[in-house]
């Protein structure tokens, strides 16, 4: 079946340490995008690409990063500089452009040790 | 930039009811405008969506209905079930051009 998979679901990083979520899809779609989800709050756009080996900052980038090194995939890197990083992270991917539909996947969710 | 501000925040409704959310964006130049549903611990899935060369887009219970000149759109439910109990998003296009920008949602619960 075709879709984004995120991994792992469930992710503890501890005080000073880097951790990478994974997010792979087989949609053959151009863009990626990770997003951040806080309890009652709407998604916030991390980093975005449009094209191998090519992303953006998006509205919340510090204390992120991010490649773009395959198609299928777009890792997503939360830095020990990133102070509050305790949240529900989403992964996406669609055509080119803003006024694309984005499919979601299953998301991870990252707690402080 | 772009702000899209959904309402209400929460609505509980009995079965077989309407369920209305509304969205309102402010950049004239948006064009799309999606409709997202989440399951507690999902991602959110897109539901139904609308271009801007249209008014209403219905599929089976769910349309959504936009007005340009008011900017704003909204996500209607007819028939309300349970398992429409989820949180609702509504997005549209972000200043960049290539990305969306979300309403903070709608927790939509529906009673038997």
């Known amino acids: 079946d075709g879709g984004i998979t995120q991994s792992p679901k469930y992710l503890f990083r501890k005080e000073g340490q880097n951790v990478t979520l994974s997010c792979e899809q087989n949609?053959?779609?151009?863009?990626m995008y990770w997003y951040r989800q806080d309890p009652g709050q709407g998604l916030r756009l991390i980093y975005y690409?449009?094209?191998?080996?090519?992303?953006q900052k998006g509205d919340i980038a510090e204390g992120y990063s991010v490649s773009r090194e395959k198609k299928e995939s777009f890792p997503l890197t939360v830095t020990s500089a990133q102070k509050n990083p305790t949240a529900f992270y989403l992964c996406?991917?669609?055509?080119?452009?803003?006024?694309?539909?984005?499919?979601f996947g299953d998301g991870t969710r990252l707690s402080i040790l | 930039g772009e702000n899209v501000e959904q309402h209400p925040s929460t609505l509980s409704v009995q079965e077989g009811d309407s369920a209305v959310i509304k969205c309102t964006y402010s950049?004239?130049?948006?064009?799309?405008f999606p409709w997202y549903k989440q399951e507690l611990g999902k991602g959110p899935q897109l539901i139904i969506d609308?271009?801007?060369?249209?008014g209403e887009k219905k599929d089976q219970r769910i349309a959504v209905t936009l007005n340009k000149t008011a900017k704003h759109f909204s996500l209607h439910i007819t028939e309300t079930q349970p398992e429409d109990s989820a949180v609702y998003f509504c997005?549209?296009?972000?200043?960049?051009?290539?990305?969306?920008?979300f309403g903070k949602g709608t927790s939509l619960l529906v009673t038997p």
């Open positions: 996406a991917s669609g055509g080119t452009g803003g006024n694309q539909p984005q499919h």
């Open positions: 609308i271009r801007s060369n249209v």
């Open positions: 950049d004239s130049a948006s064009n799309y």
């Open positions: 997005a549209a296009p972000g200043d960049s051009g290539y990305a969306l920008n």
């Open positions: 949609l053959n779609h151009d863009a």
């Open positions: 690409s449009q094209i191998v080996n090519d992303f």
